[in-house]
């Protein structure tokens, strides 16, 4: 592939997350309502309630040009909606970036495998995100949906998990009694069916202890459904490094909003479970190499 294909594609990657945002802001105001499927009827205001044609209706450019209020009625657009548009476009341009420049898969169509499955979590992750800070739900379409594809993507393309899971001890490399053809897809299931039970038994656990110490839900089944989900496309190492990276985001934040704010409150989990998950999707290499140095200095410490 050329320089300048690469460039072609890059930016094709880039508008087409443009687009996919748009339909990501219907899943993000139909799904928690359960009032209109996300298909139909077509988009319209809120507020006069007309429909909004086609050319009102394209991503970030039409918000801009109206000056981000409704043709009609005047009424204010939320800049939620440009900022998951424009989110999810830079999400699916540097998918494509890491794989056109630096992907590690040995064929194109693996890289091009494994950009679907990065853009395709981030945006299911964006709308539970988004969701989960305005309902504090998380949606089943999404949650249940996902686990279930992550388990036959993890069958059908078990090399998904070499680049989220460096470390393949727990699950076995071999199965002497199949087919070589049937052994990747048994080893890419047995993957993801214990990265499901590993990410959604872990954070079930702490939502178990959390109720008996603090006498009151401390984890909302929703978070547990979301980390099967998670757990069955990063592999079981990768979901237990997503649960500590989003336990530290939580933490940090919540130490933030305790010293500006005075006060704690509620804080959906959702949305850091969603941040460590991309951190393992998009960066599990450099996390990996991180706690090795790590180690290696801690030894090092210690020998002395």
Known sequence: ??????????????LTGLLVGSFLNVCIFRLPRECMSIVKPRSRCISCR???????????????????KCRHCKTPISFRYVAVEMLTGAIFAWAAYVQLYHGRADWEWERAVWFGVQAGLASAL?????????????????????????????????FIYQ????????????FPFLADALRPVAVGLVHASVGAVVGGGLIWLIGFLGKIAFRKE???????????FLGAFLGPQAIIMALF??????AMFGIGKLIIVRRMGYVPFGPFLSAGALVMVFAAPLVWDGIDAYITFIKGSVDR
Do not use: H
Not at 1 to 14: E, H, N, R, S
Not at 245 to 250: C, K, N, Q, S, T
């Open 1 to 14: 592939m050329t320089p300048d294909q690469k460039v072609v594609l890059l930016i094709f990657a880039g």
């Open 50 to 68: 007309n429909f909004i044609a086609w050319y009102d209706n394209i991503p970030v450019v039409s918000w801009l040009v109206l000056g981000g």
């Open 126 to 158: 964006i709308v539970c995100t988004f969701i989960d800070l305005e309902f504090t739900i998380l949606p089943d379409e999404i949650t249940l949906g996902g686990l279930v594809l992550g388990v036959v993507v993890g069958g059908a393309f078990s």
């Open 163 to 174: 680049q989220t899971d460096k470390y393949a001890a727990i699950v076995p490399s071999r």
């Open 218 to 228: 401390a984890m909302g089944f929703g978070d547990v459904k979301l980390m099967a």
């Open 245 to 250: 990276l989003a336990v530290f985001l939580g």
